[in-house]
């Protein structure tokens, strides 16, 4: 979505996403 202009930041996004689902179900 972002990786155009700021792929650091995609990558970062898509970590923290990728981070709350799977802590979702613990939770």
Known sequence: MF???YP???SLF???VAH???LAPVG
């Open 3 to 5: 990786s155009l202009e």
């Open 8 to 10: 650091e930041c995609s």
């Open 14 to 16: 898509s970590y923290r």
């Open 20 to 22: 709350l689902l799977a």
